[in-house]
């Protein structure tokens, strides 16, 4: 990797120095590097990992052992796959076995500079470590993401994700090591945040999907036009599958009059792991960064490319924790393909859920963003959708609500059952009810929207 250089500063203070702003890449000699010159690069890295984890971690080296693989077994990059897997539980198990920071740890505890942790929704929060340099290196990829989609110095960057020991708290520092001008709003009410876009003219932000269409909802309400009363260019946003659904991207676009990036990012790792370029044709994940693997979530054989399967990773340069093949949980596609952009690391093409949210219903299966995907195409709705389960005579059913714009003048039953036939042909299965609600009848998110409601009493376990 490029380390950073430094120059002194007038007052003798040291500062990062930038690309020129009419640069199309961060670090072009990495984002450009051919695909046998990252394979090179990758197992350098992997072979000097796996031996550090050894050495420094007691639970990689006894899950080594048992795997029956030792560091100078890594020959090839593909050699990762003889290595053990780690996943969100084993990392909760290894921190509550060796409180606070767990025996995955490669480093003195004197070394970690800075936390994050997770909001421990489905269990113990758990924590992601930085040593300086790591540190270090998550602000300067994330600015690389953001010099991606064009931010550049003359830009006025309002960070609205929340602070409190959030992994992407810090992400503001890469903004700033682009040049852009850092407005660290945090969250805050919906009003106060429009005040601050407005008042500073800012012209990015970053924030989920159905924020971003709450908060211009907000705006209408308050009598502000998205595209006329701010000053936004650009907005990112993340932590839900929508920004890579066309359809929902381009309504937010239209409702801001803005171009929109997707990032996706893992707590357990840093910040925003990849992220859209200005091509907007898939999320870039750098492998001098990364392993990807693609898994089928069953055989946890790799699939093809452009197939759906299971997102795996390898950090390769993080020191105080690294993850082995972390098994994400997330069900995406991913191309090899060079992008028009000329960069040459692997897209993301989609984010299609979790494993965990993924529904069984007479044996195929659902996911909330497939049905996202058909509402939001059709132009009588909204696009707020919520997806009801429940079980009925020993068989997994739903139901799906969505919202009629009052402008439109259609029969709701008619409605309904187009809508009903869209979802079967997308899915593969129809629900048993399109329920036609009124604008706004369905609550609205201010993080992240709440778009399955599981009334079954007991789920069938694996």
Avoid at 169 to 175: H, L, Q, R
Wanted: aromatic share 10%; glycine share 8%; with cysteine.
């Amino acid at each position: 990797m490029k380390e950073l250089q430094k120059t002194q500063g007038g007052i003798g203070v040291e500062v990062y120095s930038k690309p020129d702003p009419k640069e199309k890449y961060w670090d072009p000699e990495i984002e450009t590097m051919a695909p046998e010159k990252i394979r090179e690069l990758q197992l350098e890295e992997l072979k000097y990992m796996v031996k550090f984890c050894y050495e420094n971690s007691p639970y990689y080296k006894k899950a080594f052992d048992e795997a029956g693989v030792s560091p100078d077994k890594i020959k090839t990059v593909e050699d990762v796959r003889h290595l053990p897997f780690t996943n969100k539980q084993i990392e909760r198990e290894r921190q509550e076995a060796m409180p606070d920071l767990g025996d995955m740890i490669c480093v003195p505890e004197d070394e970690i500079v800075y936390i994050s942790a997770s909001s421990g929704s489905t269990g113990v929060p758990t924590i992601s470590p930085f040593t300086a340099r790591d540190f270090d290196e998550f602000q300067d990829y994330q600015a690389r993401l953001f010099w991606g989609i064009g931010m550049r110095p003359w830009d006025r960057y309002v960070h609205a994700l929340n602070f409190t020991l959030f992994v992407g708290g810090p992400d503001v520092i890469g903004a700033m090591r682009t040049g852009a001008m850092g407005i660290w709003a945090g969250t805050i009410p919906s009003e106060r945040l429009l005040f601050i876009l407005r008042n500073f003219k800012a012209t990015i932000t970053w924030t989920t999907p159905s924020y971003a269409w709450y908060l211009g909802e907000t705006a209408m309400k308050e009598g502000l036009d998205p595209k006329k009363d701010f000053n936004l260019k650009k907005l990112i946003v993340a932590g839900e599958p929508g920004g890579s659904i066309p359809a929902t991207r381009k309504a937010i676009q239209d409702l801001w009059g803005v171009e929109l990036y997707d990032f996706y990012g893992l707590s357990d790792l840093f910040g925003a792991n990849a992220g859209m370029c200005e091509a907007q044709n898939g999320l870039h994940i750098y492998e001098d960064h990364h392993i990807v693997e693609v898994l089928d979530p069953e055989t946890l054989e790799p699939v093809g490319d452009m197939e759906r399967g299971e997102l795996v990773l390898t950090t390769l340069r993080k020191m105080a924790r690294p993850m082995i093949r972390f098994r994400t949980g997330d069900i995406v596609t991913v191309t090899w393909e060079k992008c028009d952009c000329g960069r040459t690391h692997p897209r993301m093409m989609g984010v299609h859920g979790r494993l965990d949210d993924m529904l069984i219903i007479t044996g195929v299966n659902v996911f909330p963003s497939d049905i996202e995907y058909v509402v939001r195409q059709d132009k009588r709705l909204t696009g707020e959708y919520r997806m009801i389960v429940y079980r009925e005579e020993h068989l997994d059913r739903f139901d799906v609500e969505v919202e009629k714009l009052d402008t439109a003048d259609v029969n709701e039953e008619l409605l309904a059952k187009e809508v009903r036939e869209a979802i079967k042909v997308r899915v593969g299965v129809a629900p048993r009810r399109v329920i036609v609600l009124r604008e706004g009848e369905i609550p609205r998110a201010t993080h992240k929207a709440k778009r399955v409601v599981d009334k079954r009493e007991q789920v069938w376990a694996d």
